[in-house]
T-cell receptor, first 115, second 113 residues
């Protein structure tokens, strides 16, 4: 069974540009979560999507947005990039809201560098 | 709000020895889950062990076990017979309420040959 996949592995952008990160969940999982892991910090919750809808959002500005497609894959968009957006972005998936507080399984991450 | 605290930024253990990583948490939820995740230098986050709060019995997965003290809101991870492959960042996480997961800042474990 394939795990959570993310693309690209690395992404280099300049300030002010937009970045798009992609995630494919484990087959059968309907929930996708996005986290930011900046150097020296823990995981900061960004967004949670389930069944195509945004269910919850962390304490991040509106320029962090995303969506979930009918096949449950997801993309995270970061507009007007700032230097402090440089981080590892992790995607996780789970069975979704049909199961209470289910285990999240993580992808390998996308390293975003903003110059 | 729920919080997770890992007070040990770094730990080291001799190969084949036992090490315990600490985690305390706070939540107002009555139904919640606790997790330990491992993130090796390759950066893939891997689930190590999971504990349901309603279960009194401590979870065990091979060499990994937890000491879950619900009243004290403590959730420590014990790694027995440590191996070089155990070297990684270990994150404690709490999942409570509506699929909300909070992570600690992590403990870096070094395994000394």
């Amino acid at each position: 069974e394939a795990g959570v996949t993310q693309s690209p592995t690395h992404l280099i952008k300049t300030r002010g540009q937009q970045a798009t990160l992609r995630c494919s969940p484990i087959s059968g999982h309907t929930s996708v979560y996005w986290y930011q892991q900046a150097l020296g910090l823990g995981l900061q919750f960004l967004l949670w999507y389930d069944e195509g809808e945004e269910r919850n959002r962390g304490n991040f500005p509106p320029r962090f947005s995303g969506r979930q497609f009918p096949n449950y894959s997801s993309e995270l968009n970061v507009n007007a990039l700032e230097l402090e957006d440089s981080a590892l972005y992790l995607c996780a998936s789970s069975w979704g809201t049909s199961r209470t507080t289910d285990t999240q399984y993580f992808g390998p991450g996308t390293r975003l560098t903003v110059l | 709000a729920q919080t997770v605290t890992q007070s040990q930024p770094e730990m080291s253990v001799q190969e084949a020895e036992t090490v315990t990583l600490s985690c305390t948490y706070d939540t107002s939820e009555s139904d919640y889950y606790l997790f330990w995740y491992k993130q090796p230098p390759s950066r893939q986050m891997i689930l190590v062990i999971r504990q349901e709060a309603y279960k009194q019995q401590n979870a065990t997965e091979n060499r990994f076990s937890v000491n879950f003290q619900k009243a004290a809101k403590s959730f420590s991870l014990k790694i027995s017979d440590s191996q070089l492959g155990d070297a990684a960042m270990y994150f404690c996480a709490l999942s409570g309420g509506y699929q909300k997961v909070t992570f600690g800042i992590g403990t870096k474990l070094q395994v000394i040959p």
